[in-house]
């Protein structure tokens, strides 16, 4: 058994210490947010943060988490990147938004109000095959104007 400290409460989980953390979230925790699209860490759908830091759960063990915040998409809501990609209809198959909105949250986290280049280069590690990325870095752009 391993304990995982996953949106605030320990989590305990029967697994290898090799496995996935996206594995352990959907299926072992039910926390479908996070989902497979490569399987390498380089799409970015399965973005999660670990202490507040957005990393690819496909490709984190378990291991990796021992003392370490988890947090998915199920944890932050409602977050105003949220209510803003709805406002804006930043998304639009949705697939991959869920990463977005994580690396997003970690961006304004550290970074309040970013400019357009900013959120790109944030937004880099992440694909969408709809084309909607210009949609969604004005969006993060706005909730980051909208903190006011």
Request: aromatic content about 4%; hydrophobic content about 40%; proline content about 6%.
């Amino acid at each position: 058994m391993i304990t995982l400290l996953v949106n605030g409460e320990h989590r305990q989980v029967d697994a290898e210490p090799e496995t996935p953390l996206l594995y352990v979230l959907r299926n072992d925790l039910g926390l479908m947010g996070a989902r497979f699209g490569c399987g390498l860490g380089l799409c970015g759908a399965c973005f999660v943060h670990v202490d507040g830091v957005a990393v690819p759960a496909c490709d984190t063990p378990i291991w990796s988490l021992e003392g370490k915040a988890v947090t998915t998409v199920e944890g932050i809501s409602p977050h105003p990147v949220q209510r803003v990609f709805l406002d804006e209809q930043a998304a639009q198959c949705g697939y991959c938004v869920t990463g977005i909105i994580m690396s997003a949250v970690a961006l304004l986290g550290r970074s309040p109000h970013p400019g357009e280049p900013e959120v790109a280069a944030a937004l880099d590690r992440h694909l969408c095959r709809c084309g909607a990325q210009q949609r969604m870095v004005r969006a993060i752009v706005k909730a980051g104007e909208d903190d006011d």
